[in-house]
């Protein structure tokens, strides 16, 4: 087989703080004497993973690189690493046989040159420094005796004490010129070559005379409007294919994506519609600029915060009808406020925890729960609904709930709340099967299709155009725990038939979080049975719809249930409010918690912020406008009405 080649401009930034298994990091050229160069295994024959096990000395290692002479592998690692380390040497598979020379570069300049190396040495291993080198590259020869059996490993190959990258702010005048006003500076996007090669498909316009645009916020200016960045119909796209899409390398790390928008040429609703994902996940449906500005050559600003895994903020724009269009984009990075400061609002109508709510159009809806505790021991449930309008601080009654539901699971979509499962009326209710849908515009609640069974205190989370209700727990018909739920059942929203199975949920539990953030859904915390006193856990796990597996993740800090309703996503982070943590020994009761913790799924670790102004059993939280708004919730004497916002 010939020398295998090839190059690639590095998109993806995937180095973190640390230290880097090399073997992970895209190349950003690569050749090699004998087929590929093979990761995590010997060289081999013409496939890409047909090498062996690589082995230098009788010891194997799972990460490296299998080479032959001669071969040259070039990374990008921007400065930010101080050393390289490897394991080098010839590949046990060809014996005695076999003879190189290693080599490390960086930025050109040659760092470090192995002595002529053979199948009968021992494994080398050696440290490099590259402070401040950009680029490595690792070279094998041939040490001037032909090629023959010269397959060299880079084992353990390792980006030693690496320093976190240095978040850009990325601004593109899409369609436009470079723009600098005010000492903010848009980069041009005329063409895809000035565009940073961010941008695939579509093409620039600009109308002639440009138009006069009302509406510009700083940091954006009219001028920004007068151009687009568009494709889709012209180019004779098909409905739902992807008219254009920007790749912007970044540092891994959470970003806040700001989408500007203008409407140049359409006279009314309806004549453009597109949708638009971002890290895969759709943030717009059936948009219309038009609509949603309230008409022609007016600014309108569309902002997602979203977790970066692979190095790039992905956005792809989908026809719907006629053309897709940006006006500009900006990508910030975005860190979670700390300390946070907690401040009191208006309580709400009713005392309440066990509640079910979240955020709707800018307003916090809160859903039955038990209202109080009868003689100071029963919890007794309610068909109450209300709703909270930040700019007015005003609460607001709605349409009572059809059933006096507590525990149950909820989720949004647009202009809608479902409920899902849950005990019905005063503790111990039965649990139901019931699922309802609420329309926040015309105050109005339908049936849906039932649960398989009926089970209370599981998790209710919608990804993209599914609902998934997963865990929970079964009582008898005298309220006794029966068992926790596995179950884990999916309901499509535009074909809503029945619930289908779906990948059962690992660890069994109730009272969890549930929420879906990047991609990805996360079932978080919760108890078994009705331990709430020494049975809650720590446990987290992410279900990849994609291959519809459920994987650990980084678990709580400490043991935690009740966190139904108070588990939010909040700039590319998840953020779990009060709850329930494990008593003292003897305790029948758990005991109700104030902390507020952080789960980054980039760096997988939690971390605390500012506790809340005291413990809350159950609240409802969410966010709004950028702040995280928490209500209601019980503590040890009972249910409160406590309304606070931190930011």
């Not at 010939?2 to 992970?24: K, M």
């Not at 647009?414 to 499962?421: H, I, Q, R």
């Amino acid at each position: 087989m010939p020398p295998v080649s090839g190059s690639a401009t590095l998109g993806a930034q995937t180095i973190d703080p640390g230290d880097n298994t090399l073997s992970n990091e895209p190349f950003a050229s690569v050749s090699n004497g004998w087929g590929p160069v093979e990761r995590n295994r010997s060289n081999g024959e013409t496939g890409g993973t047909d090498g062996r096990t690589l082995t230098l000395n009788g010891v194997a290692y799972s990460q490296g690189f299998g080479t032959h002479a001669a071969s040259s592998m070039t990374f990008d690692v921007q400065g930010r690493c101080q050393t390289f380390t490897a394991d080098i040497g010839v590949d046990d598979e060809v014996g005695t046989w076999g003879s190189v020379v290693f080599q490390v570069y960086g930025d050109g300049v040659k760092l470090y040159e192995s002595p002529r190396l053979t199948g009968a040495d021992a494994a080398r291993p050696i440290s490099v420094p590259i402070a401040g080198r950009r680029v490595l590259r690792l070279d094998v020869s041939d040490a001037g005796d032909g090629r023959d059996y010269d397959h060299a490993d880079w084992a353990r190959a390792m980006l030693r004490s690496c320093a976190a990258a240095t978040a850009p702010e990325v601004r593109l005048n899409a369609g436009g010129p470079a723009l600098t006003v005010a000492g903010v500076t848009w980069a041009a996007c005329t063409a895809a070559s000035s565009c940073q090669n961010a941008v695939t498909g579509g093409f620039a316009y600009t109308p002639s005379p440009p138009p006069a645009i009302a509406g510009a916020a700083a940091p954006a200016t009219p001028e920004l409007y007068q151009s687009e960045w568009t494709g889709g119909a012209t180019q004779g796209v098909p409905e739902g294919s992807s008219a254009f899409a920007f790749r912007v390398p970044v540092p891994n790390g959470s970003y806040r994506v700001a989408l500007h928008f203008t409407e140049l040429n359409k006279s009314a609703a309806g004549q453009r519609l597109f949708d638009v994902t971002l890290e895969g996940t759709t943030v717009l449906r059936n948009f219309d600029i038009y609509a949603e500005a309230g008409g022609a050559n007016r600014a309108l600003v569309r902002r997602f915060d979203s977790p970066v895994k692979d190095g790039a903020v992905d956005l792809n724009f989908i026809r719907r009808v006629e053309n897709a269009k940006l006006s500009a984009l900006e990508i910030t990075p975005v860190s979670l406020p700390a300390p946070l400061t907690w401040s009191g609002l208006k309580p709400a109508p009713s005392t309440l925890y066990e509640a079910q709510g979240g955020a709707v159009g800018g307003r916090l809806y809160v859903l039955g729960g038990f209202y109080t505790n009868l003689n100071g021991r029963t919890p007794a449930a309610t068909t109450g609904a209300w709703v909270y309008d930040p700019p007015g601080a005003v609460w607001s009654s709605l349409k009572a709930i059809p059933d006096a539901v507590t525990h149950a699971g909820t989720a949004t979509d647009g202009p809608y709340l479902y409920v899902a499962g849950g005990f019905l009326g005063n503790h111990p209710g039965p649990t139901t099967n019931h699922v309802w849908r609420y329309d926040t515009r015309t105050d109005a609640w339908t049936a849906l299709p039932p649960l398989p069974v009926a089970v209370g205190a599981g998790a209710l989370v919608r990804v993209e155009r599914t609902l998934h209700f997963f865990g929970g727990v079964l009582r008898d018909s005298n309220g006794s725990y029966v068992r926790d739920s596995a179950d884990h059942w999916t309901l499509d929203l535009d074909r809503p038939a029945a619930w289908q199975p779906d990948t059962p949920l690992p660890n069994p539990r109730n009272h969890l979080g549930g929420i879906a953030l990047g991609g990805l859904m996360y079932a978080v915390g919760g108890q078994h049975l009705g331990n709430e006193a020494t049975d809650n856990v720590t446990d987290v796990h992410a279900y990849d719809p994609a291959t519809r597996t459920w994987t650990a993740v980084r678990s709580l800090p400490i043991p935690l249930g009740h966190i139904a309703a108070s588990t939010v996503a909040w700039r590319g982070r998840i953020v779990v409010v009060g709850g329930v943590t494990t008593s003292s020994a003897g305790a029948v009761e758990g005991k109700e918690s104030a902390t507020v913790y952080a789960y980054d799924p980039v760096t997988d670790a939690w971390s605390s912020l500012t506790a809340l102004p005291d413990v809350r059993q159950s609240p409802v939280a969410d966010i709004i406008g950028d702040a995280l708004y928490v209500t209601t919730g019980a503590t040890a004497s009972g249910p409160t009405a406590t309304t606070w916002i931190g930011r």
